[in-house]
């Protein structure tokens, strides 16, 4: 079975702070997806990464893909209050057609 | 709108009532996915759809749940005699295959009491 294990569960930070959420699974993934839920919406996607030890970049935001293809890491700096909500890791399940989610860290940012 | 639409937002029924949540995908997308969300979880497949294919079901927990897609539009879940642990937000996605980005609709949030 094909699990992904998010952690931490719940962080709770002080605007400015930098964090990281890891991804972690004993099998391996052709990619891995990060998404944020905001509460009432549905998740959106915020990148995928493919090849083992890509490391990606979206504004304060720095994505990992581990070199084995088993796990993934979310870097955010400088932490904002809208970087506040839920970050979710998936990958694609064996059949190649749904994605198999971790539970999500909850991220809270204060100002 | 250009999005993924889900009604109703919100569903509070009793125990053993039978529900239906409909999902309306982006224009054009062949692919269709519904998803449960429980309290603190993450999301758990519940079943796919592709075009004409025949679905995927291997996600439905029950022989409660099912769900139809008309051709390529609109698709509805149905939940029969419903169960308190059945109470969670149910999402739909849609995708143009090969592509793998899914968009998500708002869910539906339901409440069994």
């Known amino acids: 079975t094909q699990l992904l ?3 931490p569960q719940f962080l709770s930070i002080q605007e400015g702070e930098n964090l990281t959420v890891y991804c972690n699974s004993s099998s391996v993934f052709s990619s891995l997806q990060w998404y944020r839920q905001e509460p009432g919406e549905g998740p959106v996607l ?3 990464v493919v090849t083992g030890g890509e490391v990606k970049k979206l504004k304060r935001l720095t994505f990992q893909f581990g070199d ?3 796990d993934s890491s979310l870097h955010i700096t400088a932490a904002q209050p809208g970087d506040t909500g839920l970050y979710l890791c998936a990958g694609e399940d064996q059949a190649g057609t749904a994605l198999i989610f971790g539970k999500g860290t909850t991220l809270s940012v204060s100002s | 709108g250009a999005g993924v639409s889900q ?3 919100n569903k509070v029924t009793e125990k053993g009532k039978d529900v239906e949540l409909r999902c309306d995908p982006i224009s054009g997308h062949t692919a269709l996915y519904w998803y449960r969300q429980r309290l603190g979880q993450g999301l758990e497949f ?3 759809f592709q075009g004409n294919s025949a679905p995927d079901k291997s996600g439905l927990p029950s022989d ?3 769900a139809e897609r008309t051709g390529e539009s609109v698709s509805t879940l149905t939940i029969q ?3 308190q642990e059945d109470s969670a937000v149910y999402l739909c996605a849609s995708a143009t295959p090969p592509a793998d980005t899914q968009y998500f609709g708002p869910g539906t949030r339901l409440t069994v009491l």
Request: charged share 25%.
């Open chain 1, 5 to 7: 294990e998010q952690s």
């Open chain 1, 46 to 48: 915020l990148v995928t």
């Open chain 1, 68 to 70: 084995a293809r088993k």
């Open chain 2, 7 to 9: 009604s109703p937002s």
């Open chain 2, 46 to 48: 519940l079943i796919y």
């Open chain 2, 64 to 66: 409660r749940f099912s």
């Open chain 2, 81 to 83: 005699r419903t169960q």
